[in-house]
């Protein structure tokens, strides 16, 4: 039932455009794990062994301190997850990282992404490798729209509250570990 494979291909990548949600999970050496789930048009995939999503200010910033406290693997997972046609889980497997609108790299990356208020970072992962699953158990659900409350809440907010925000609420983890 499952499969591996060393990159994404092109029916992997058509799978990944048509999802309107996504998980990222990653792991510090002790401690809390990290599972989110994720929405909006913030994924792309930026070839056969990358990807990134735009990673938007809320409550915490747990991807991001695990991702520098791993060091030079930065574990990572995806997961992406059929819910409304032919059953499908996929996992991408590899090192994240976090770019920050002071690197340089970050205008690059962030031209392929539709602008939103309280974008905070974007995070890249480096694929080491592709698994899918049948996901035979997994219910169907009627996608009805995104929810826009996060960005409802940043628009209303002045220009300067996001990075206040973020200063005072995602400087470090839930266990204490920093953030950048």
């Not at 599972?35 to 990807?51: A, C, E, I, W, Y």
């Not at 899918?132 to 009805?144: M, N």
């Amino acid at each position: 039932m499952a499969a591996f494979f060393d990159a994404l291909n092109e029916k992997h990548i058509a799978f990944i455009v048509e999802q309107h949600m996504f998980f990222t999970a990653t792991a510090p050496a002790a401690g809390r794990m990290n599972l989110s789930p994720k929405g909006m048009d913030t994924f792309r995939v930026l070839d056969s062994n990358s990807v990134a999503y735009l990673d938007l200010t809320g409550s915490g910033n747990e991807t991001a301190a695990h991702l520098r406290e791993d060091g030079d693997t930065g574990r990572m997972t995806i997961m992406l997850c059929s819910f409304d046609r032919a059953p499908l889980i996929m996992r991408l497997y590899g090192a994240g990282r976090v770019v920050r609108p002071e690197d340089g790299e970050w205008d690059s990356l962030h031209a392929r992404f539709t602008p939103e208020p309280g974008t905070r970072q974007i995070v890249v992962m480096d694929i080491d490798s592709v698994q899918t699953s049948c996901g035979y158990a997994v219910p169907h659900y009627e996608f009805q729209g995104e929810r826009d409350t996060l960005r409802r809440f940043w628009e209303a907010k002045p220009e300067d509250a996001t990075a206040e925000y973020q200063r005072e609420n995602n400087q470090v983890s839930i266990d204490g570990r920093p953030i950048g």
